[in-house]
């Protein structure tokens, strides 16, 4: 048996090479592209700041039942309900777009039918996976900045002004960890087609278990277990100690080292979970199908 | 491994492709020369699309050999292929980079295919605003960003009004005769006469003919007209039995169901049309019109699906 696929001949004219490896440069397309279909929807995104800011609402208005006393405290300070929630609600935010970006990019591009043109050119699928996640991810530290910024103006709140660079590095640590189970979760929706309400499943457990709303202190036991492996639950209380208690960097060091191993294990089990789903989908010459 | 392909665009050799215990192409062989437009025609379930994802580098042969000289461009079959909410220029730019093309010559490139496709003035229109037709131009446009040996348009005619088709026709006929191979499939089997240069037809995932327009219409079985006769009697039209005496063996004739004065004359091929029209006028009768039941390549594509596969 013999099989050879040969495309002899020479590179197209205009091909770069400049400086900017192609990789990234073919990444900066993804965030060019994404940004103006984004542009495209402004209704969209009125929408969804409005849906957040009712949240924010309903919050505050159970944080008034809540006294300080009952949550736990972040670097020797009690902080009232609406400071500790809104953390947990950004990381969670956060977390929510990231896991979505990820594992459902390649799927978008089967149902709006432009998957296979963009495999007719000479893109890894690895950079189009990250491609398309890589406009929610630069977006993050804006988004984050944005949301609790208007909390401070509007509701009042003081954030440590020193923990915003801590808080960067935490979340940027917890990245990789939302990346290994976003790519799980995409190895699942590109093999079995539909996903979604799995994705659902695991997004609100991740978030209920992360003590984004409530301590954990006050979930059952077996769920505070599940809780100390959650990368939100680390990222959530890293947050509240440099953002709200004061800390600095005193306790970053700690938090990334709790979220190293979680790293590669999600990104190790992810990796394999998604070249599996992929090496399938190649075999069966199904990718490009819906 | 590395081969040159000597003197054609793409070659195509004992290509298998299997999926599970089905065979869907059975050891293809395909050859397309630059400057060639080579017709791809088949039945549907007939093993072209498969043959042309493998081409495009979509899919993987399960045994054979695919060479090509330089990159090949796929035109897909589908409308959705490009993303409705920006415009046909920020379309081509990012497909332009995704090939590897810096932002400025990425522009460049995608305003010069713009303009050969005929869509420079609806560069900037989101493609959700564009007609059928536009968006196959465009589709060409994205293909030919890379200056491509050869080009694979797969069904791109069948969802387009005539306008648009022969639009779409000119302007492939145009590449390939800058040198581009094209390899063009379709089911709209009529418009590959002056069209296309060469034909494979596949069925069942085996090649079933290889060769040129004129050669395929051979394949077509002894063609079928549809004649008007008139005897100078206007209350007593000819009978078909009349009609068959005077024709004697030089073709055979049938009584037709569209009207009392018209008939289906079935030639062979050592007795033409003409000796038919000169017998029926000389045993006093008037041949008033004279058209072919079907189309020849129509003809042809059916005596080949029909076949039995040797």
Request: net charge neutral; charged share 20%.
């Amino acid at each position: 048996m013999s099989v050879s696929v040969d495309r002899v001949g020479p590179r197209p004219a205009g091909l770069s090479t400049a400086a900017l490896p192609v990789g990234i440069a073919k990444l900066a397309a993804f965030v060019r592209r994404d940004v103006r279909i984004t542009l495209s929807y402004r209704t969209s995104a009125v929408a969804t700041v409005l849906g957040l800011l009712l949240q924010v609402l309903v919050l505050s208005w159970i944080g008034k039942l809540i006294r300080p006393s009952e949550l736990p405290e972040f670097g020797g300070v009690h902080v009232s309900y609406m400071e500790f929630v809104t953390i947990g609600m950004a990381v969670n935010m956060m977390a929510a777009i990231l896991l979505y970006q990820v594992a459902t990019s390649l799927r978008n591009e089967q149902m709006i039918g432009t998957l296979e043109s963009l495999l007719c050119t000479p893109t890894a699928v690895w950079t189009l996976q990250l491609g398309s996640a890589a406009s929610s991810i630069l977006a993050i530290p804006l988004r984050l900045g944005v949301f609790l910024g208007a909390l401070a103006l509007f509701f009042g709140m003081s954030y440590h002004l020193d923990g915003v660079l801590p808080s960067i590095v935490i979340i940027a640590a917890i990245v990789p960890c939302l990346w290994g189970i976003g790519l799980m979760l995409a190895a699942a929706i590109v093999t079995f087609r539909r996903g979604h309400g799995a994705m659902g499943v695991g997004t609100a457990a991740l978030a209920l278990s992360s003590g984004a709303f409530f301590p954990v202190g006050v979930l059952p036991g077996w769920i505070q277990s599940v809780a100390n492996v959650n990368p939100l639950t680390i990222a959530i209380r890293g947050l509240r100690d440099a953002l709200l208690g004061g800390t600095g960097w005193a306790s970053v060091g700690t938090h990334i080292v709790e979220l190293a191993p979680l790293s590669i294990v999600t990104v190790g089990l992810g990796t394999l979970a998604f070249r599996l789903a992929l090496k399938r989908e190649r075999r069966n010459g199904t990718l490009g199908t819906y | 491994m590395r081969k040159e392909a000597q003197t054609d665009a793409m070659a195509v050799r004992g290509l298998v492709r299997r999926f599970g215990e089905t065979t869907v192409l059975d050891g293809v062989d395909l050859r397309v020369a630059p400057g060639e437009i080579h017709a791809l025609l088949g039945p549907n379930g007939a093993g072209k699309t498969t043959l042309v994802r493998i081409l495009a580098g979509l899919a993987d042969p399960t045994e054979g050999d695919v060479e090509t000289v330089g990159t090949v461009s796929l035109v897909p079959s589908g409308d959705r292929t490009m993303y409705l909410r920006i415009s046909g220029l920020e379309n081509l730019i990012f497909f332009a980079r995704l090939h590897g093309m810096r932002l400025r010559d990425a522009r460049a490139r995608s305003l010069e295919m713009l303009d050969q496709v005929g869509l420079a003035d609806a560069a900037r229109v989101p493609v959700r605003n564009y007609s059928h037709g536009m968006q196959k131009r465009l589709s060409v446009a994205r293909a030919l960003l890379v200056e491509p040996a050869v080009l694979l348009v797969d069904e791109a005619t069948h969802d387009l009004d005539p306008e648009g088709a022969i639009r779409i026709r000119k302007l492939v006929g145009d590449l390939a005769g800058g040198g581009m191979a094209v390899l063009w499939t379709t089911q709209r089997i009529e418009e590959i006469r002056e069209f296309a240069d060469t034909v494979t037809f596949l069925a069942s995932g085996r090649v079933r003919f290889n060769g040129t327009v004129a050669e395929l219409i051979h394949q077509a079985p002894d063609p079928r007209y549809v004649v008007r006769v008139r005897n100078g009697h206007p209350d007593r039209p000819p009978q078909a039995v009349a009609l068959q005496r005077a024709l004697g063996g030089v073709a055979q004739i049938s009584q037709s169901l569209a009207g009392r004065d018209q008939f289906v004359l079935a030639t062979s091929e050592d007795q033409p049309l003409g000796a038919a029209v000169v017998a029926l006028s000389e045993a006093g009768y008037h041949v008033l019109a004279c058209q072919r039941e079907g189309a020849e390549i129509e003809d042809a594509f059916m005596a080949l699906v029909t076949e039995e596969p040797r």
